[in-house]
Each structure stands twice: as C-alpha cells, then as structure tokens.
C-alpha cells in the first residue's frame, strides 16, 4: 500500500484538530447535510459523465493511487534481461515452456508472439495498440478524479448558498439563523479542503503512477523486440537503462 495517498486525510483531521485548538466545537465541522451536498454531489454529479460501461476505471484508477507499485523498471528490466538471456541460450521457442510463469502481462504477450513466429515489427505493432488500449482506460479514471477536484468547491458555494437560504427564512429563530449560516461556511471548507486535499492529490497521484505505467509499458516493447531481433543480452540490458 502506499502510505502516503492517505496524507490527504490526515491533512483534512489537522484541519479540524487546528479549528478545536482555535475553540470551535468539532461539532460544528462534522455536518452531515454539509457533507452530502459537497462529497456524494461532486461524486454523482461527474460520474453522470461517465459512459456506464467505463466506470470500472474510475475504481481502477483508486486502486493505483494506494498501490504500492503499479509498474517497476528495475524489475521488468530483470524479468527481460533473464528472458533474453534463455532466448539468446536455447532460442526463441524455448521461451514456450516458461510463458505460464511470466507475471507482467505485456511481456507475456511479446512472448507469446515471439514464439508464434511473428516479426519484429508486427510484434511492436500490437504490443503499443494494447499498450495504448490499456493507457485511455485508465485515464478516465484520472480524469474523473479530476473533474471532481475541480468540481467540490463549486458544490461548496453549492451548499453555502443553500445553508444562506435556510437561514434567510429563519430570521426570527437566532438558532436556527445561526444554523442555517453554519451549515454554508462549513459546506466551502467541505468543498474546498475536498478539492485541494483529497481529490486532487489522488488526481495527481494517478496521473503520475499512470506516466510510470506507460514509461515501464515503452520499456518492456523495447525489450520485447531486441530479444525478438536476437540481440546480445548485455546490449540489450544496456538499451534498458535508459528507462530504469
């Protein structure tokens, strides 16, 4: 897991830890008509842009942000440098015995290719086209994140203005006027502090483990068609560094 992703909610309770240490009642912060107007809103309200059949990379794109690792150079450069290695050993068709043990998906792929026989160029081919497939996927789901970092705070002014209408019709009632304003205030920090400290982060967060996908996607097709070229495994672990 990566511990870092959940910085953003510690960021949010040092919000709250900061107000009770000024003297407000935590109380006031936690708000539940607040909370629904700004979260579930901001949440719904985007997803209705989303096509129904896509909304799995929405989940899938979360699951990046507290992965621990979603792509590692070092280790898919050791997978290929062994694979062309017993290529360069035993030849290509050797490679058949061992495709079942081979965990990245792309590289199994090159592989399997590899064995049927397929030339250097139409291996390439396929490997970017699924390589590309799998790159939009995911980003609709960090573009969805997205959209909800930069829709929170408007469905926070959302609330405020709601919380405002309330209390305008309140006007005799100092408690229920005084409720209805604390339910506006509380609904920005809602949208705001949502926006910078949780979806944004995750907005990014995805966005850059997305970048290592495809960088570590390039990598393994470059290495995927040096051994299909039959390459010495030295020049091709030298090729490698350049990625990792």
Known sequence: MDIFSIIGFLAFGSL???????GAHLAILIQ???FLIV????????LGSIPAGKVGYIIKALKMVFSGSVANPEKTKEEL???ATKARKEG???LESSIDEIKDPLIKRGVELMVLGM??????????AELTKEEEELKIGVEYWKACAETSPTMGLTGAVFGLMHALTELNDPNKLAEGISTAFVA????????YLIFGSWARKSKMKLEMIVMVGYMTIEGVRLIAKGENPRLIEEKLNAYA
């Not at 030339?119 to 970017?128: A, M, N, Q, R």
């Not at 920005?188 to 926006?195: D, M, Q, R």
């Open 119 to 128: 030339d250097e160029e139409s291996i390439v081919s396929i490997l970017e």
């Open 92 to 94: 290509i068709l050797s």
């Open 32 to 34: 539940p008509p607040a």
């Open 39 to 46: 979260v579930p809103s901001t949440l719904l309200g985007v």
């Open 81 to 83: 440098l062994e694979i």
């Open 16 to 22: 709250l830890l900061g107000a009770f240490l000024d």
């Open 188 to 195: 920005t920090v809602y949208g705001i502090s949502s926006s």
